[in-house]
């Protein structure tokens, strides 16, 4: 995977500037977010959850989980604990708000840490989830690795990521929208024009599909299985320990 940054003039790592770029758009990142999916993620998110609760899920972490959309998801599922990870401190500030809201503190908990060195002990967590973030690992491989070590053994890892479509007139009309309206839209709610810029880079960049099982069976994870959802704009990569 070609390493694609945020922000091109910075010196700072990509985990770095990915957190500098969560930081400044966490206040619109949800307005953001579902705009312009036009609300498909949160159907997305539910084939997440679908997920999950066909193997064991006492115990969920949920890695790169931002402002907590997919964590607060997953709560329905009535799990023992679900750990929520982010290196944004703003992003985790608003999801932390949100679960206030919504009265679930006791059993979600969100923690500042990095992906590549989780905090927490070895087979620890039935489930582990990543939503949208596995693109954003400065050292993919590393985070997956950490997250296989965290899985206890059978665990599931389930991760929602943007693919491409690769069938016409699908495929034309994603790049356009990706590559043009998106970047704009995001630019003038977000006041961060790198931002959006980097989402269709870093989409580009990243090896989706047979590739990505690829990587996962490279670290431990057997049994991949990807599931393309909305015309192979996102997929769903689930594999087990």
């Not at 705009?35 to 066909?54: C, H, T």
């Not at 973030?133 to 059978?154: A, S």
């Not at 990505?212 to 769903?236: E, H, M, N, P, Y």
Request: no cysteine; glycine share 8%; aromatic share 10%.
């Amino acid at each position: 995977m070609s390493k694609v940054t945020p922000y091109k003039d910075s010196d700072l790592s990509k985990k770095e500037q990915v957190a500098q770029m969560f930081d400044n758009i966490s206040g619109n990142y949800d307005f953001l977010n579902h705009f312009l999916s036009l609300g498909i993620d949160k159907g997305w998110r539910k084939k997440v959850v679908k997920m999950a609760a066909q193997v064991p899920h006492e115990s969920i972490m949920d890695v790169a989980t931002g402002t907590a959309d997919l964590a607060i998801a997953l709560s329905q599922l009535q799990p023992q604990k679900i750990t929520g990870v982010d290196i944004s401190a703003g992003m985790l500030r608003v999801g932390d708000q949100k679960i206030k809201k919504k009265g679930l503190e006791k059993m979600i908990t969100l923690t500042q840490a990095d992906s590549e060195n989780l905090p927490f002990e070895t087979n620890s967590y039935d489930v582990v989830t990543v939503a949208f973030g596995v693109r954003n690992f400065e050292h993919l491989d590393k985070g997956l690795t950490e997250i296989h070590r965290v899985l206890k053994p059978g665990g599931r890892i389930l991760v929602l990521e943007f693919s491409q479509p690769e069938s016409f007139p699908f495929k034309q009309l994603y790049r356009f929208y990706f590559n043009h309206i998106l970047p704009r839209v995001g630019k003038l709610v977000s006041k961060d024009a790198s931002a959006y810029t980097y989402l269709p880079e870093s989409v580009d960049a990243f090896p989706y599909g047979k590739a990505f099982l690829d990587r996962l069976k490279s670290v431990g994870f057997s049994g991949g299985v990807a599931r393309k959802l909305t015309f192979g704009i996102a997929s769903i990569y689930s594999a087990s320990k």
